[in-house]
Nanobody
């Protein structure tokens, strides 16, 4: 019933910026946490950044001081501001949400981020 809609991916040169957004299809969707994960071709899906309902953030070491995750609590919209992008950031980025009830995980369809050198 609940779907996560992602936007903001694209092609950017190294050093550039992109802003990813994710919004649930249901406005009353209550979550414990939301975040972003990424998966490069042939590799596993890895954590990028998460934010809990209490505002606690967690970042992968590789993106600290470059990426910023935030959430609009009333709208349950999560954003990922990505600055100083590097070619190694190239991947499909997936939005994730964990429902408050039952801890069920939801995933977006993924949005491609490509950083050229």
């Amino acid at each position: 019933q609940v779907q996560l809609v992602e936007s903001g991916g694209g092609l950017v040169q190294a050093g550039g910026s992109l802003r990813l957004s994710c919004a649930p299809s249901v406005s009353i969707f209550v979550v414990r946490a939301m975040g972003w994960y990424r998966q490069a071709p042939g590799k596993q899906r890895d954590l990028v950044a998460t934010i809990t309902s209490g505002g606690i953030t967690n970042y992968a070491d590789s993106v600290k001081d470059r990426f910023t995750i935030s959430r609009d609590i009333p709208k349950n919209t999560v954003t990922l501001q990505m600055n100083s992008l590097k070619p190694e950031d190239t991947a499909v980025y997936y939005c994730n949400a964990v429902a408050y009830i039952g801890f069920k995980a939801y995933w977006g369809q993924g949005t491609q981020v490509t950083v050229s050198s």
